[in-house]
């Protein structure tokens, strides 16, 4: 993790032990030692790994630490290659999270490195949300995704996944319209090096 990075944290109000740090380098590098087999990431964002997935992952870390209670639930709807639910389990140790991807073999990446990255508050978990036979409706505290697809097509189905009061995390692109204006909350931020502002879109299930 470089200084400009650290900047960005300490402006976002998190603040990275050396432990969390290093495991999050961890991340980076079996992430870099699995994706030619497992095809988990663009080849292109191999040297930006960091700013453009793990910084933005972590984006989320201030908003779940102030909306869910310690020992609460958080769902990240599409794991996918541990993003955004890896960086925040390690950087949110009293959180727990389920790491939902509908592919075994991302599945097992994820369980794989939970293990490897010692997070005993992260697991994988291998279903599509919506086809899982309603076993998650009510069940979480929060629910995160990032980069799944079309808000208004997932929000209902994430909103399902909460308990009443319970809140739904998405990144965005742009704070649009439509869906996003039902949010809460809108949280603005920028990576390093970055003109464009990003926002994650806070939803409440009543």
Not at 46 to 75: K, Q, T
Not at 129 to 140: C, K
Request: proline residues 4%; contains cysteine.
């Amino acid at each position: 993790m470089d200084r400009t990075t650290a900047e960005t944290l300490e402006r976002w109000g998190l603040a990275l032990t050396e432990e969390q740090a290093s495991r999050l380098e961890l991340f980076r590098a079996e992430l870099l030692e699995k994706n030619a087999r497992l095809n988990l990431f663009s080849r292109n964002d191999a040297d930006f790994l960091w700013p453009r997935h793990i910084l933005d992952a972590l984006a989320g870390a201030p908003l779940l630490s102030r909306l869910v209670p310690p020992g609460g639930l958080v769902a990240d709807a599409g794991a996918g290659a541990g993003f955004p639910g890896i960086p925040l389990a390690v950087a949110l140790e009293k959180i727990r999270f389920d790491l939902w991807d509908s592919s075994m073999r991302r599945q097992m990446f994820l369980t794989w490195t939970a293990s490897r990255l010692k997070l005993g508050n992260a697991r994988g978990v291998c279903a599509r949300i919506g086809q899982s036979g309603g076993t998650e409706a009510g069940r979480y505290d929060a629910v995160v995704e990032r980069a799944m697809g079309k808000l208004e097509n997932i929000l209902p189905q994430c909103l399902n996944m909460l308990r009443p009061g319970g809140v739904f995390l998405a990144w965005q692109s742009e704070s649009g319209e439509g869906a996003a204006a039902e949010a809460v909350e809108a949280f603005s931020y920028r990576l390093p090096n970055e003109d464009k502002e990003r926002f994650i879109l806070v939803f409440r299930k009543g």
